[in-house]
């Protein structure tokens, strides 16, 4: 579950995103949301594995609104692949990333040189920090092992009613293909802020 600024300026104030992975794919997650543990209604769909990792360095805080030419920091994903962009594909908005704090918050990241140095291990460098208002959410430094997710437009976005901004609700996410009280769905408890 990621709790995300608006990115392009066109997304629901109110909505939510959920980024999934499962090996192997089912075809499609579906997610489900409840305040009780029944009447659980479909709020989201995942149609495409997402780009999921965790980091392998330590990242230590960054300048805003500067790429960072000093910082780099590897990645080892969970599947998918990381690319390089050309410095106007960065400032066009590509390679949008998310990296969680211990905390819980997010920080928007975006990299433009993405070097594979291992299986599933990539290097990030030439960051752009703090992006889309999360320059609070850095950290000095960041430990190893926070997750990381791209942004990309295997990220679903999570359907909520203004009222439930900050409310906790039941999830269960699993195989689109299978009732949601089928057991290989899993459950957790999550407040959107």
Excluded at 102 to 123: I, N, R
Excluded at 173 to 187: E, T
Aim: negative net charge; proline residues 9%; without cysteine.
């Amino acid at each position: 579950f990621l709790d995300l600024p608006l990115l392009r300026g066109d997304e629901p104030p109110d909505a939510g995103y959920v980024a999934a992975f499962q090996i192997p794919w089912p075809g499609s997650v579906a997610v489900y949301g409840s305040p009780e543990d029944a009447g659980y209604m479909m709020r989201a769909r995942a149609t495409a594995p997402a780009v999921i990792g965790v980091t392998l360095d330590p990242l230590p805080a960054g300048p805003v609104a500067v790429i960072d030419r000093g910082a780099r920091v590897r990645v080892e994903l969970s599947g998918g692949e990381l690319e390089s962009v050309t410095r106007l594909q960065l400032l066009a908005g590509r390679n949008v990333a998310a990296i969680r704090n211990g905390s819980g918050g997010w920080e928007v990241v975006q990299f433009e040189t993405a070097t594979l140095v291992g299986d599933a291990t990539y290097e990030l460098a030439n960051l752009l920090r703090g992006q889309a208002g999360t320059e609070a959410e850095m950290r000095a430094p960041l430990p190893p092992g926070a997750p990381f997710v791209l942004l990309g437009t295997e990220v679903a976005r999570v359907s909520l009613a203004p009222g439930e901004v900050g409310l906790p609700l039941l999830w269960r996410y699993g195989p689109a293909n299978r009732d949601v009280a089928d057991r290989s769905y899993a459950a957790s408890m999550h407040a959107f802020s």
